[in-house]
Every structure is written in structure tokens, then in C-alpha cells.
């Protein structure tokens, strides 16, 4: 008789919501570095359906919205429900040196981005869809153990 690993034989439906939040997990983790040559402004930029952006928007309020460009601005609510608890910094080492989001500039928004114009042989039109984008943007800092209390 063959070994099982544990895993369900049904097909597992992903949710599209969960494995947004992951990717966005990474890129954070990523962002959060210490290099001291790079912008201190983090702008994330991810495709997204746009279901799964409309499930998430509910965690925000609305902070402007920018009628020409059709993008809404929102502020963070309840962000720890899309990224847990914590989501703000990455102590990098176990010297304690780390990097956080000043949670004072964090703002996210969603755009449909425009179609990409292609042209045929005989030069009629083509419109490609691109799909939604979700931005998140940030200014970061960093610190050492001596700032944990204070920053932390």
C-alpha cells in the first residue's frame, strides 16, 4: 500500500484573498531592508483582480479621490487583518537591527490600468486588456536594539 502525505484528494479551491495577502507579505519582508542607499519612500506594486481588491478595500477609508485618473486613495484601517499582526517591521538580525513602515504615511489605492494598443498587418486596432493594479506606498525608517522601545 502506498505512503499518503496527508494531503486531501479533493481539488482545493485557492482563494484568491489568501494568496494575495501572501504575496504581499514577501514583498514587505523584501522592502523592509536595511540598505541605507535606498529611498526611504516603498512604493509596492502588484496585479490584482479586481474582486479580490473590492473584498479588500473595505479594510481602509476613503482618503481622496482622484476623479481625472479614476483611482481612489484609501487609508489604512484595520490593516493586521490583511497582513497579521506586526506587518509594520522586520528586525533583520539577531543584533536587533531593523526596518519599519511609519504608519503616519501608508496609503494603498487600485487602478484599472489602461489597454495595451496593438496594431495587425493591415493596421486595424487591437486593445489588450492589463487588468488592476494594487499600490501600496510607505516611508520607511530604521533603527537598532537601543530604538526597539521607542519604535516599537
Not at 477609508?61 to 484595520?78: A, R, V
Amino acid at each position: 500500500m502506498a505512503k499518503t502525505l496527508g494531503y486531501s484528494r479533493q481539488p482545493v479551491t485557492p482563494d484568491p484573498v489568501y494568496h494575495f495577502k501572501t504575496i504581499l507579505k514577501t514583498n514587505f519582508q523584501e522592502k523592509l531592508n536595511l540598505a541605507r542607499k535606498c529611498d526611504s519612500k516603498v512604493i509596492i506594486r502588484i496585479p490584482i483582480q479586481e474582486q479580490t481588491f473590492r473584498t479588500i478595500q473595505r479594510l481602509g477609508k476613503i482618503d481622496k479621490q482622484l476623479s481625472t485618473l479614476t483611482i481612489t486613495k484609501y487609508e489604512i484601517g484595520n490593516v493586521e487583518t490583511l497582513l497579521d499582526r506586526g506587518w509594520w517591521f522586520r528586525i533583520a538580525n539577531k543584533n536587533g537591527d531593523f526596518a519599519y513602515v511609519k504608519r503616519a504615511t501608508a496609503r494603498f489605492w487600485m487602478y484599472e490600468r489602461r489597454a495595451l494598443e496593438t496594431f495587425s498587418k493591415q493596421l486595424t486596432p487591437t486593445y489588450v486588456p492589463r487588468g488592476c493594479m494594487f499600490v501600496f506606498t510607505f516611508v520607511k525608517g530604521s533603527g537598532n536594539r537601543s530604538d526597539m522601545d521607542t519604535v516599537l
